[in-house]
Structure formats: structure tokens, C-alpha cells
């Protein structure tokens, strides 16, 4: 990108109040206390972090298979993290529902309550 037109897309960003440009403006990343979904939805439970102003390594992320679901790794995004002073790049937790059931899980030391219906 030519000098100029990085000065332009800067400016643009900083006008605008973006924090991070990239995948990450997708969108910003929540938590939820409960989630209840027909067998074979998904939705986001969370995010999880890196070191700030980074996305952590997929590579090392590990899913869990739980009474009623599993949960694995969405889009990446972006999270309010207090300890970054704002939004850092984040990659959604997903809880996708497999059986029927109801249980309380524990996801980045968070109790979410999970209902899942036939």
C-alpha cells in the first residue's frame, strides 16, 4: 500500500473510533448466562482472548463434547477485555446443541446455564 493511501485508511480508521481493522471488525464478541436451542443449533457462549491487540493461536484452542453438546471455535472478533483497556481480537466460543437435555457448563470460568430441546 503506497505511503498516502496508508495515511488515508488511518485517518479513516481513527475518525470513525475503529479499534482494530481486519477480520476482527466483524463484530464484537459477548457472553451470555444462559442459552437454550433446538438440537442442532449453535450459538456464541463467549470469546476467548489472546495477548492483547493479538488473536490467540487456534492451533492450541481444544474443544470439549459435554452432556448435551459440544463446543468448539466460530469467527473471530473482537472482546472488551478490561486488562487491555478496550476491545482486543478475540475468537468466538460456540456451543453447538446435540441432545436434549439441561446442564450448567463451565467455559472460561464463566457458569452458563444451557438448555437444549428435541
Known amino acids: 500500500m503506497a505511503g498516502g493511501l496508508r495515511l488515508v485508511v488511518a485517518l479513516v480508521v481513527g475518525l470513525c ?3 482494530w481493522v481486519g477480520p476482527a471488525a466483524a463484530g464484537l464478541i459477548g457472553d451470555v448466562e444462559a442459552v437454550t436451542l433446538r438440537v442442532g443449533e449453535r450459538a456464541v457462549i463467549g470469546g476467548v482472548t489472546g495477548p492483547c491487540g493479538r488473536l490467540p493461536n487456534r492451533a ?4 470439549a463434547v459435554t452432556r448435551t453438546g459440544s463446543i468448539g471455535f466460530g469467527a473471530e472478533g473482537l472482546r472488551k477485555a478490561r486488562g487491555c483497556g478496550g476491545p482486543t481480537p478475540a ?5 453447538t446443541a446435540e441432545r436434549p437435555g439441561t446442564e450448567t457448563l463451565r467455559v472460561l470460568g464463566r457458569k452458563i446455564g444451557v438448555r437444549v430441546t428435541p
Open 17 to 19: 473510533g475503529a479499534w
Open 60 to 63: 492450541a484452542l481444544r474443544g
Open 91 to 95: 475468537i468466538e466460543v460456540l456451543f
